[in-house]
C-alpha cells in the first residue's frame, strides 16, 4: 500500500525557515516525480514545488522561487522542501504528492500525502 507521511510543520515567525520531509513507502519510488502543494483556508490546492525521478530538474510556483528549495534522497525514499524567508501569506496546509507524470498540476499525481500546517506569523 501506498503511503505519503510529511512531517516538519510549525508554527514560525515571519523571516524563518523551516524544512518538510515526506517519507514514501513507494516499492518503485525513484520511478515517481514528486511535488509539494499547499492549501490555505478557502483557497485552491496551489503548486509549490517539484522533482523528476532523477532530481536533475526541479520546477517552483512563481512566489516560492529563490526562497525555497526541493530536493530528494532516493536512498531514503524521501523528499524535502526547504523553506526560508517565510511570510505569512506562505500560511497553508502543505501536501506531498508522487506521480509518474508530476509537473505542476494536481492531475500529474497519483498520491498523496495528509498534509503538514505551515503557520508564519507576523
Known amino acids: 500500500q501506498v503511503q505519503l507521511v510529511e512531517s516538519g510543520g510549525g508554527l514560525v515567525q515571519a523571516g524563518d525557515s523551516l524544512r518538510l520531509a515526506c517519507a514514501a513507502s513507494i516499492p518503485t519510488f525513484m520511478a515517481y516525480a514528486l511535488g509539494w502543494f499547499r492549501q490555505a483556508p478557502g483557497k485552491e490546492r496551489e503548486f509549490v514545488a517539484a522533482i523528476s525521478w532523477s532530481g536533475s530538474t526541479t520546477y517552483y510556483g512563481d512566489s516560492m522561487k529563490g526562497r525555497f528549495t526541493i530536493s530528494r534522497d532516493n536512498a531514503k525514499n524521501t523528499v524535502y522542501l526547504q523553506m526560508n524567508s517565510l511570510k505569512p501569506e506562505d500560511t497553508a496546509v502543505y501536501y506531498c504528492?508522487?506521480?509518474?507524470?508530476?509537473?505542476?498540476?494536481?492531475?500529474?499525481?497519483?498520491?498523496w500525502g495528509q498534509g503538514t500546517q505551515v503557520t508564519v506569523s507576523s
Open positions: 504528492a508522487a506521480g509518474i507524470a508530476g509537473g505542476r498540476t494536481v492531475n500529474g499525481y497519483a498520491y
